[in-house]
């Protein structure tokens, strides 16, 4: 049997490591994409990287996106690469649109040029559905984006559905909902939270300024959400998938989890600022997995307790590691 040759853009994100990782299992060639740029940052591909090609591509230049697809033939394409931060849409909105949008119409473009027939997989959010119009969403829930990155990732989705549609693409996308892992990068809330947490419990900090407590989200483990994607590209025909827990929780609850993990109280160190609120707010986020379960036959592995205590057991590891 011939090798399989994946590509990934943002290979050096929380998702691309761990799909990268599924991938190598699996037995795969993996290309990874990366921006040129004066800072590199390998370190979540670190233990995984010289078993990888790393190739320089940009989703803002299709010419690139061409080039990497000729020189490397791959079977299937997952594009995770994007302006991925909800907060940073919102002092970035043409950026945000340059990459999370136009850059996956870049991608699509250059796969029908170079080979048809490569299998391709779209990173879509559920900060799509922003104002929800029911609970909880599903693949046929319609689409109310609630920030520049939302209005984005709504781009990505049809742009992808109408590549499939209008040249027969094997192009699919995953609607997944939030999902973290001790690789989340640290402005987002569950890390923010739980290094926090351990910052505060090796005594470096006494308070964590949050936003909005009460905002609730669906929170899976990424590991378990890359393994829907690789399942995604396996099936005889593309469609669309939302992959979440089903579950929902409340950044109150996160900080409850968190802390007491680290053995604090988390009243005693939380304190509300203003200035993480977001202009809009989405609803409440939860998803139906029911169509990823019965197609894919995919399931979460970790659930919402043991995730945040993982995360916290990392940083705490992290923490005291730059104390010695």
């Known amino acids: 049997m011939a090798t399989r040759r994946a590509l990934i853009t943002g290979v050096t994100g929380q998702d691309g490591s761990y799909l ?3 991938l190598l299992e699996q037995g795969y060639e993996v290309v990874g994409v990366v921006r040129r740029s004066s800072t590199l940052n390998f370190e979540r591909i670190a233990h995984i990287q010289d078993r990888m090609t790393l190739v320089p591509a940009d989703l803002l230049d299709e010419v690139s996106l061409i080039a990497v697809l000729r020189d490397h033939r791959p079977t299937e394409v997952y594009n995770l690469a994007a302006q991925s931060f909800v907060q940073t849409s919102w002092s970035q909105p043409v ?4 990459t999370t949008a136009l850059g996956v119409t870049r991608l699509l473009d250059a796969v029908r040029i170079v080979d048809p027939e490569i299998r391709f997989y ?3 959010s559920s900060e799509m559905f922003g104002k929800v119009h029911e609970v909880p969403q599903t693949e046929r829930t319609p689409f109310y984006p609630r920030s520049p990155y939302g209005v984005a990732k709504v781009y990505g989705h049809w742009i ?3 590549y499939r549609e209008s040249y027969g693409l094997h192009a699919s996308s995953g609607i997944l909902f939030n999902h973290e892992s001790p690789r989340r990068g640290l402005e987002f809330v569950t890390r923010k939270v739980t290094h926090g947490a351990a910052r505060i419990a ?6 964590l300024a949050l936003g909005n ?5 669906d929170w899976g483990y990424a590991a378990d959400y890359v393994r829907a994607m690789w399942l995604m590209l396996q099936q005889g025909s593309p469609s669309d998938y939302v992959i979440a827990t089903g579950e929902t929780h409340s950044v ?3 900080c409850e989890v968190a802390f007491a993990a680290a053995g604090l109280e988390w009243e005693q160190h939380v304190v509300v600022d203003e200035r993480f609120l977001r202009p809009a707010e989405v609803d409440l986020l939860v998803g139906d997995p029911s ?3 019965t197609t894919l036959g995919w399931q979460r592995g970790v659930d919402f307790a043991r995730l945040v205590e993982m995360m916290v057991e990392a940083d705490l590891d992290l923490v005291r590691s730059h104390q010695r």
């Open 20 to 22: 990268a990782e599924l």
């Open 95 to 98: 950026f945000t649109g340059e």
């Open 122 to 124: 779209q990173a879509s």
């Open 160 to 162: 992808t559905v109408n």
């Open 202 to 207: 090796c005594g470096l900090d006494d308070k």
């Open 213 to 217: 407590l009460d905002a609730q989200r």
């Open 252 to 254: 109150r609850e996160l």
């Open 291 to 293: 169509k990823a379960r």
